[in-house]
């Protein structure tokens, strides 16, 4: 069973700094795309960032210079590393890694809330 779990989101201050963390059980990264979603309340479910299996590295144009997405291999961890934080980047933040080119699904974890106040 595959299992991720984000952690790290809070409640902060523009201009501030957070960091991300998701972690999995059932599905080895190297193995996936990884990437970071928000949705923010009404809005649709956008992406933020991705890393693919071979370290390709791509971001949303409002994020980018600001967050940093990076794999820890060893310890199968995905995190994304939040600077200068801005209140329209308040959202629930889920962690998605596809297998669907090594035949399996796709997989979504549960979310943690970022809210940053002005």
């Known amino acids: 069973q595959v299992q991720l779990v984000e952690s790290g989101g809070g409640l902060v201050q523009a201009g501030d700094s957070l960091r991300l963390s998701c972690a999995a059980s059932g599905v080895r990264f190297s193995m996936a795309d990884i990437s970071w979603y928000r949705q923010a309340p009404g809005k649709q479910r956008e992406l933020v960032a991705i890393i693919t299996s071979g370290g390709f590295l791509n971001y949303a144009d409002s994020v980018k210079g600001r967050f940093t997405i990076s794999r820890n291999a060893a310890k199968n961890t995905v995190d994304l590393q939040m600077n200068s934080l801005k209140p329209e980047d308040t959202a629930v933040y889920y962690c998605?890694?596809?297998?669907?080119?090594?035949?399996?699904?796709?997989?979504w974890g549960r979310g943690t809330q970022v809210t940053v106040s002005s």
């Open positions: 998605n890694a596809d297998a669907r080119r090594w035949g399996r699904e796709s997989y």
